[in-house]
């Protein structure tokens, strides 16, 4: 008798997805939060910018041959990126800590090749606009230039319509949606990040279920 | 190979994992000398937890899952415990596959101290809710116990495991010797008072953990990092690795045999008793076989299925001690993680420390006085609050110094709600032998053929209905909720192949855990469950394990085994 067999995803509660298909909706916290704060920059008048970025990721896609490899011209970018998400403060920022390594890593290690070549092509369309708008490389540009860049991206990368592209249409992420969750990751699972930016505390020792929360007390690094 | 004396013993235990390690303990305590067989390799308390210790920046992925990951365990990758550091004590997929003939997620730790390594260390008492349900119901067969005849066998196994938790009272859910509790935080009481106030007889209360909160019996206490399933170097909850193996070696009557694949049960066909097992060294390939007055089968649920499913002979052609016909059948398993979570705006301005190993439990409040649901038995919430921490800003625009300084700030208050439900004995949901697919081991692999049906997803859409309006009583905030479509086998309490019963013809095994057919072999993991109950089992493994091994120590001196 023929057997016949499913495939199947099994999934349990939320922490389960793989991280890079679905970043944003395995926590429906964090996707309703996503979408509030896409909405509010639609409500600010922030315009739909590089609407051909959107087009792009909608019809292209990694061929046969593809694999995932970063020049160093592109790893400065993404370093740059990384230090206008978490620049050098008191504590130190993504350049200091070399985050671009970790973001390239992760994206080889953990991403499907949809993902990456969705990196690649946002990266370099990303890498592009600066020559274009301001005839100059990305790094090049003054810090006020290089916040003015990442902000207008940003403000397309969270709108509510990219939100349903990629909850809807089930696409990968953007460039500038996986660039804000890995700089992120990166900073505060860094040594760096999270004994100094945050309160890493690898041996509690006890549990006490309610204090004050001190002014200037930082947020634990590592969670429940 | 044969008789020799290296190779007999006074009992067999099969399998390591959380009621095998019990078995072998109890039976070894009252002088037996025990060969407890393994089919994974060992894994010794404290020295072989390699990942205890490392931090989240010394993992080359920061505890990602990774493409690799998933390709080397296509199931075990999507378990919520599988990670860069756990993920050792995970079996190996590709070389134990197994047949979904319907969607099975099936989750095992093929290791000395199987899955007790790993498991969520929940620890919940069965009440006469549970065990008389099926027969006021009309549905599968009855228990041959009640509570009375278990509750001072759980009392045996919660005061060596070291339960932490609180009494309340419940008919429900029956009181326990317990350590201190892990109190709910400040959240967490506000929403237990809420609740209360709008139904009197819904509680809210922290989680009964196989975590120490107290020193106990030469163990612990927890350090409250919440990497249990790395191995816990401090002995901060009960495995077979830190509590039940050292016990048993430290009366000199254990054998413990690792990489040892039990591949049937032996039957003296003249005296209709097992005369051992058969045992294929997966290391050397050599078949052994080992003797024994006693077998206990502790493989897990399937493990145990599996093994008995092979071993046929003329007097039980469908599989060992199958009689009734019921081997492999009436697969239970909870159905979970449905329900709701929400954002609370408010005590901002409260925090804690320490990473408790569990959070709380609202116990199951539905069908307890007659039916008052369109389904029948019920679900208990687990879950937790907490403050959301810097993984929310993963999906938050900004930039420079105001972005990062919200890296340092906890973020609001949120919890989650998930029901843990019970799941119905169909006859249809079975598990059955494929002699065509062969695993790595040459073994025949399992087919699984199971299904939750209409009683379950009725649970199920309660459970996020129900936890959405325990948030709105509450007063929380973007409130969602969930039903996910998961598949049996993903709650990993998968039970009842070799069910107890009163009826030789209707069951597999008597109120003893002993085979119907078959009176010197013993099961007391999850094979036995005649319903499912809706709270997690192992503790319930346990004290059944420890009375199993009380009588059958008793029948052996007795000369009835």
């Known amino acids: 008798m023929p057997l016949k067999i499913s495939i199947f995803t099994p999934f349990n509660g939320i922490a389960l997805i793989h991280s890079c298909r679905n970043f944003m909706f395995h926590n429906p916290i964090r996707r309703r939060e996503a979408i509030k704060k896409s909405l509010l920059l639609l409500g600010a008048g922030y315009g739909l910018g590089s609407i051909t970025l959107f087009s792009e990721s909608c019809h292209s896609g990694p061929g046969a041959n593809f694999s995932f490899k970063i020049s160093s011209d592109q790893e400065k970018v993404i370093a740059e990126i990384a230090e206008v998400f978490i620049p050098k403060t008191d504590t130190p920022g993504a350049k200091d800590i070399?985050?671009?390594?970790?973001?390239?890593?992760?994206?080889?290690?953990?991403?499907?090749?949809?993902?990456?070549?969705?990196?690649?092509?946002?990266?370099?369309?990303?890498?592009?606009?600066?020559?274009?708008?301001?005839?100059?490389?990305?790094?090049?540009?003054?810090?006020?230039?290089?916040?003015?860049?990442?902000?207008?991206?940003?403000?397309?990368?969270?709108?509510?319509?990219?939100?349903?592209?990629?909850?809807?249409?089930?696409?990968?992420?953007?460039?500038?949606?996986?660039?804000?969750?890995?700089?992120?990751?990166?900073?505060?699972?860094?040594?760096?990040?999270?004994?100094?930016?945050?309160?890493?505390?690898?041996?509690?020792?006890?549990?006490?279920?309610?204090?004050?929360l001190e002014p200037g007390q930082k947020a634990w690094a590592l969670s429940r | 190979m044969g008789a020799n004396t290296n190779n007999t013993f006074d009992a067999i235990v099969v399998g390591s994992g959380i009621s095998g390690g019990w078995a072998a303990m109890e039976l070894c305590k009252k002088g037996l000398k025990t060969l407890m067989l393994e089919r994974g390799r060992d894994v010794v308390h404290i020295k072989d937890y390699t990942s205890a210790m490392t931090n989240v920046w010394e993992f080359p992925d920061r505890l990602e899952k990774t493409n690799e990951q998933i390709k080397n365990y296509p199931i075990q990758s999507h378990c919520y415990a599988f990670n860069s550091g756990s993920e050792h004590f995970f079996v190996n997929d590709l070389e134990n596959p197994y047949n979904q003939v319907k969607p099975f997620a099936w989750f095992r730790g093929y290791q000395v101290g199987g899955k007790s390594l790993i498991w969520g260390r929940q620890c919940y008492r069965y009440s006469d809710l549970d065990f008389k349900a099926n027969q006021e119901e009309g549905i599968g067969v009855d228990w041959p116990i009640r509570y009375k005849d278990l509750a001072a066998w759980y009392d045996?196994?919660?005061?060596?495991?070291?339960?932490?938790?609180?009494?309340e009272s419940l008919s429900q859910l029956p009181d326990g010797h317990f350590l201190p509790p892990m109190e709910m935080n400040c959240l967490e009481e506000f929403m237990a008072e809420k609740i209360?106030?709008?139904?009197?007889?819904?509680?809210?209360?922290?989680?009964?953990?196989?975590?120490?909160?107290?020193?106990?019996?030469?163990?612990?206490?927890?350090?409250?990092?919440?990497?249990?399933?790395?191995?816990?170097?401090?002995?901060g909850y009960f495995s077979s690795n830190s509590a039940t193996i050292p016990a048993a070696q430290a009366t000199?009557?254990?054998?413990?045999?690792?990489?040892?694949?039990?591949?049937?049960?032996?039957?003296?066909?003249?005296?209709?008793?097992?005369?051992?097992?058969?045992?294929?060294?997966?290391?050397?390939?050599?078949?052994?076989?080992?003797?024994?007055?006693?077998?206990?089968?502790?493989?897990?649920?399937?493990?145990?299925?599996?093994?008995?499913?092979?071993?046929?002979?003329?007097?039980?052609?469908?599989?060992?001690?199958?009689?009734?016909?019921?081997?492999?059948?009436?697969?239970?398993?909870?159905?979970?993680?449905?329900?709701?979570?929400?954002?609370?705006?408010?005590?901002?301005?409260?925090?804690?420390?320490g990473r408790r190993p569990g959070g709380i439990l609202i116990p199951r409040f539905q069908n307890?006085?007659?039916?008052?649901?369109?389904?029948?038995?019920?679900?208990?919430?687990?879950?937790?609050?907490?403050?959301?921490?810097?993984?929310?800003?993963?999906?938050?625009?900004?930039?420079?110094?105001?972005?990062?300084?919200?890296?340092?700030?906890?973020?609001?208050?949120?919890?989650?709600?998930?029901?843990?439900?019970?799941?119905?004995?169909?006859?249809?949901?079975?598990?059955?032998?494929?002699?065509?697919?062969?695993?790595?081991?040459?073994?025949?692999?399992?087919?699984?053929?199971c299904t939750f049906r209409d009683n379950e997803f009725k649970m199920r859409k309660d459970m996020e209905a129900s936890g959405k309006e325990i948030l709105e009583l509450c007063g929380f905030k973007d409130i969602h909720g969930f039903q996910p479509d998961a598949p049996m086998g993903a709650t990993i309490h998968e039970m009842g192949t070799a069910r107890m019963g009163k009826d030789p013809k209707t069951s597999v095994l008597n109120g003893n855990n002993q085979m119907h057919d078959v009176k010197n072999v013993f099961i007391t993991d999850g094979s036995c469950m005649t319903s499912s109950g809706s709270v997690n089992p192992s503790l319930t493994y346990m004290a059944l394990t420890a009375r199993a091994c009380d009588f059958a120590f008793k029948e052996l001196k007795a000369g009835n085994i």
């Open chain 1, 98 to 212: 070399g985050l671009e390594k970790f973001i390239i890593s992760f994206m080889k290690d953990c991403c499907d090749p949809g993902t990456q070549y969705n990196f690649i092509q946002g990266l370099n369309a990303f890498k592009e606009k600066a020559k274009t708008n301001f005839k100059n490389e990305f790094w090049n540009l003054s810090a006020q230039d290089k916040d003015k860049m990442v902000r207008d991206e940003e403000t397309f990368s969270f709108t509510l319509l990219s939100t349903i592209k990629l909850k809807v249409i089930k696409s990968p992420a953007s460039f500038f949606q996986l660039m804000k969750k890995l700089s992120v990751l990166g900073y505060c699972t860094s040594q760096e990040g999270a004994t100094e930016a945050l309160s890493y505390l690898p041996i509690p020792g006890r549990y006490v279920p309610c204090i004050p």
């Open chain 2, 196 to 235: 209360k106030s709008k139904f009197p007889d819904r509680v809210m209360t922290p989680a009964r953990l196989a975590n120490l909160s107290a020193p106990h019996l030469g163990r612990g206490p927890c350090q409250y990092r919440n990497l249990c399933t790395r191995g816990c170097p401090f002995s």
């Open chain 2, 252 to 353: 000199g009557n254990l054998s413990l045999r690792p990489f040892s694949i039990v591949t049937e049960v032996l039957l003296d066909e003249k005296t209709n008793k097992a005369k051992g097992v058969r045992v294929l060294d997966s290391e050397t390939k050599e078949v052994f076989e080992f003797y024994a007055k006693i077998v206990f089968l502790n493989a897990s649920t399937l493990g145990t299925t599996q093994i008995l499913l092979n071993s046929v002979s003329s007097r039980f052609p469908t599989g060992f001690g199958n009689s009734s016909g019921q081997l492999g059948h009436n697969v239970m398993d909870h159905i979970s993680a449905a329900g709701a979570s929400g954002t609370f705006e408010g005590f901002s301005d409260k925090y804690y420390v």
């Open chain 2, 156 to 167: 045996y196994a919660e005061d060596f495991v070291g339960v932490s938790g609180k009494n």
């Open chain 2, 368 to 449: 307890l006085k007659g039916k008052d649901r369109d389904y029948l038995r019920g679900f208990g919430f687990q879950g937790a609050a907490e403050r959301e921490g810097w993984e929310r800003l993963e999906t938050q625009a900004g930039t420079g110094v105001d972005f990062k300084s919200q890296i340092s700030k906890p973020g609001p208050w949120t919890v989650w709600l998930g029901g843990w439900g019970e799941c119905l004995p169909y006859f249809d949901n079975q598990v059955s032998l494929n002699k065509e697919k062969l695993d790595s081991h040459g073994q025949p692999t399992l087919n699984m053929d």
